[in-house]
């Protein structure tokens, strides 16, 4: 009940396109999902993070769709760069700050 | 302002012998984590501290893993004896309390080899 489900495990997409990474959690304790990028030799930093009173956030070329009845929610990066090209980990949280991440999505922007 | 400063960044030791690693924290941040990140894998919890009480350590494991947060400010994490399968990165990570509390800066990380 712990778990984060992320997929797909790795993705090529090609400059200028629609990169879609998919999360699925079973705990509806969990309050806040934050998405977290992270390139070789660096920590994750956070992305985006949204809250279940909405259904979607954008921050520029970021938006996090939630839908709270199927327990899912993703990221959409709009016009992919090859900038992006790195790990992103989807992550949950039900309350003192333990935050349970996904297995990561190895993304690949080709120019 | 100085992120979450990590040390060593690498280091390789032969199994059984003991190693340390470093964490400073944001200045500020009361919330300290230390996380193991598998290859291939996303970060798992090790102890969440708030100032100097381990707040939530389930996830160490206690007969070689072992961390203090001495003032409540920098931390060090230890494992002694190391195994072959400790190889990994440890992450550490600091917040802020309050509405800031869920808000994780990563450090770059502390990449261990065991031989």
């Known amino acids: 009940q712990q778990q984060v489900k992320q997929s797909p495990q790795s993705l090529i997409v090609q400059k200028g396109g629609i990169s879609i990474i998919n999360c699925a959690y079973e705990?509806?304790?969990?309050?806040?999902f934050p998405w977290y990028q992270q390139f070789p030799g660096k920590g994750p930093a956070l992305l985006i993070a949204i809250r279940p009173d909405v259904s979607e956030k954008k921050e520029g070329r970021f938006t996090i769709s939630f839908n709270k009845s199927a327990k899912q929610f993703s990221l959409h990066i709009m016009d992919s760069q090859p900038g992006d090209s790195a790990t992103y980990f989807c992550a949950a949280t039900g309350g003192y700050n333990k935050l349970i991440f996904g297995a990561g999505t190895r993304l690949a922007v080709h120019p | 302002e100085a992120g979450v400063v990590q040390s060593p960044r690498y280091k390789i030791i032969e199994k059984k012998q003991p190693v340390a690693f470093w964490c400073n924290p944001i200045s500020g941040h009361n919330t300290l984590y230390w996380y193991l990140q598998n290859l291939g894998q996303g970060p798992e919890l090790l102890i969440r501290?708030?100032?100097?009480?381990?707040?939530?350590d389930s996830q160490l494991p206690k007969d070689r893993f072992s961390a203090e947060r001495l003032k409540g400010v920098d931390s060090t994490l230890k494992i002694q004896p190391a195994e072959l399968g400790d190889s990994a990165v440890y992450l550490c990570a600091s917040s802020l309390g309050g509405p800031g509390a869920n808000v994780l800066t990563f450090g770059a990380g502390s990449r261990l080899t065991v031989l």
């Open positions: 501290y708030e100032n100097e009480e381990a707040v939530d």
């Open positions: 705990n509806t304790a969990f309050d806040y």
